[in-house]
């Protein structure tokens, strides 16, 4: 040590943090300062000594063990100190110390973190105080003390980080946000631990926050039940105890999901079950680290302080769920509240302007509810209110939205409707479901209800005059005398009523089998044969009069009468053919239609064979005919055609050249004729273009093998230009309107020739 300058006691000052020097006793200077040092380490505080003249540092064996080192490790230099300092730190501590050698800082305090031998960081508290030479006043030494902070620190950060966790969680912050700072906040007190926060949901596990593993670990967690040996956190959210797994290999409780763990270096889980004030388990809070191991005082106390922390989240936003429960359910009937439906209904406008579709809002009222609860009660109206929440459910799909809006009015919006119909349909069932009786306070009751309907934009524009619409149409079917629904627009209501009539007393038709059935005939073009008939479905209904076939065919495909009307067309027709043949009629094929969907119906092939074998028709007599929508190359498709060619029936594409995809797919089918449809018939006569698509068509079709019937015929001269395009088979009102069947008997009878019907 370099040789010792006196201190002059009356001139120490802490203010000015220096010392002047002046020469005195050698002995006495050391014996100060073996004081000083005495001192020092009774305060647990590391003692340097910087010469500044030659960079020589005296450093301590208590400074020096602060950071791991014995006393005869670390040379006596600066550069000790340089190359220990935290690299971030070392520029603001020079700073520091020049600002107190200039006088531009009458003390010199500053912290810094130090690298300690075992790789972790020391955070130091550094005080220091000028010795300046006696004879010219020049600082030559500064001296000063280390104090471990680190603890101190540490403390301090874990305090400020959790107000800030606090301060997120009273502002609304996201839980999964705060989950992530939770974890952080832990994983930084814990060097190479990682954390999670599981919440229980159902009895299942599901992430909450997990920033340091990986996603596949937290994809596979989330959704597990938990059990009693469902890992650290299945079994402690089960249990609603501590668990602590030192191995997870061995350990038993991870037998079954280790596999999901080790992967990704998980080799040891401490888990505290997540609780709110009330004790209930609300998820986990996990640790893990990369190697087995139980966790110390410090660990064990900060596993506990997390659950509680994340506990506190999980309560917030549980509180938050019931609160906008509570304020968007109706808690009588658990639908969607008033609140709710208005959002929704925005909602609805929005998107509806965003894509184009419409929707329709329909307003539904029981008719003479107050009644109820005057004569029955206030508990059987509020039963008799569930009961119709249950049935607007039922009745409803998936993407609509149902709300009671109060008392016993309610709400449906329902979303993507194609047509006018769509809503009239989820009204009938309302009135159908909510008229069956049913028992209040030991009474049959049948209820009954009105409904208006609105469709956005064509009815409003805007929320307000969307619920002005349905309100008025609303009251509409109230004064219409109740027990029904009406449309904004009466036109609207007039037709959904036709068509629902037409649809109850269709379902009655085919079921009595009311219908009837008409034929007309075909004819070879090139012999003048009639070669088959085409049996075509009539109703005419006592009240409803005559309903032409497109009008039923497509109400029974929509309301799935479309095979048994199917099945009594291919019987009755089938029959009819059987009775030709034996009064001694020469063969006649017989066409029938039949429904696209139907067609592709997976029994549709064993129903015909079941019908050829109960009539004893002769399949290759029996032509089927569906139109070209179905031609496509789909293998489902195909399958139906090659099946029915296996059974010998003849297969017709009606309607050829109206659709798109048929000339792309006619490679692919094994159809014998094509139908030109008889639009192209009509137009034939005066529209060059459609006489070259006619030809193109017949041409076509010839080329791949197919022959070709036009239908519509109804002049000698469309007669005559399709028989020079090489047609072969025509139809129409030239030859005959359709006729019943003793009609049509008739008038093949009449027709034989030579063992041929013969048209004359």
Known sequence: MRPPLLIKKSTMSLKNSQLHLIPTDTHELFLREERLSLA?????????DWNLETDEVYYSPRWKSMLGYEEGELAHHLDTWASLVHPDDKDRVLKTVQDHLSGNADSFEVEMRMRHKEGHEVVVLSRAFLVNRASDGKAVRLVGTHVDITERKKTESYLEKTAEILEMIATGQPAAVIYDRIALMYE?????????MLELESGKLLHGGAPSLPKDYCDAVHGLENGPNVGSCGTSTYTGKRVLVENIETDPKWAMIKHIALPHGMRCCWSEPIKNSSGKVLGAFGMYYDFPALPNEEESEDL???????????????????????????????????????QQLEESIKSSDRNGRRFAL????????????????????????????????????????????????????????????????????????????????????????????????DDGENMSTMLKAAD??????????KNQYAFYKPELTRKAEHRFRVEQALREAVEKQQLSLVYQPQIEMSSG?????????????????????????????RIGMIKPLTEWVLYTACNQAVACRKAGIPVIRMAVNISPNHFLDNDFVLLVKRIIEETGMNPNELELEVTENVVQTDPQNLSVFRDLKELGVLIAIDDFGVGYSSFASLKHLTADYLKIDRHFVSDMLHDKETQLL????????????????????????????????GCDIAQGYLFSKPIDAEEIMQTLNSNIDNGRCVWP
């Open 529 to 557: 044969e009639i070669i088959g008939v085409e049996a075509l479905s009539r109703w005419n209904h006592p009240s409803l009069g005559h309903i032409p076939p497109r009008e039923f065919i497509v109400t029974a495909d």
């Open 694 to 725: 006619i030809a193109s068509m017949i041409d076509l079709g010839h080329k791949l093998e197919h022959r070709i019937i036009a239908e519509g015929v109804e002049a000698t001269e469309q007669y005559d230009m399709l028989n020079n395009m």
């Open 472 to 481: 008025t149409s609303l009251y509409s079917a109230k004064e219409l005398g």
């Open 304 to 342: 506990k302080s997390a659950a509680r922390l994340a506990g506190i989240v999980m309560e917030r936003d549980q509180a938050q769920k019931r609160i906008r429960v509570l304020a968007y359910t109706d808690e009588l009937t658990g639908l969607a509240s008033r609140v709710r439906f208005y």
């Open 362 to 457: 329909l307003y539904v009222d029981l008719d003479d509810f107050k009644g109820v609860n005057d004569s029955l009660g206030h508990d059987a109206g509020d039963q008799l209110l569930k009961e119709i929440a249950k049935c607007l459910r039922s009745i409803s799909r998936e993407i609509d939205f149902v709300a009671r809006l109060s008392g016993d009015e309610f709400c449906i919006i329902v979303k993507d409707v194609d047509d006018d119909y769509a809503a009239a349909h989820v009204a009938q069932r309302c009135l159908e479901m909510i008229s069956e009786p049913i028992e209040l306070s030991s009474r049959k009751f049948t209820p009954t209800c009105s409904i208006g309907i609105a469709h956005y934009p």
């Open 40 to 48: 020092l380490k009774g305060a647990n505080d590391g003692l340097w």
């Open 188 to 196: 930084g007190r814990h060097p190479g631990m990682r954390c999670s």
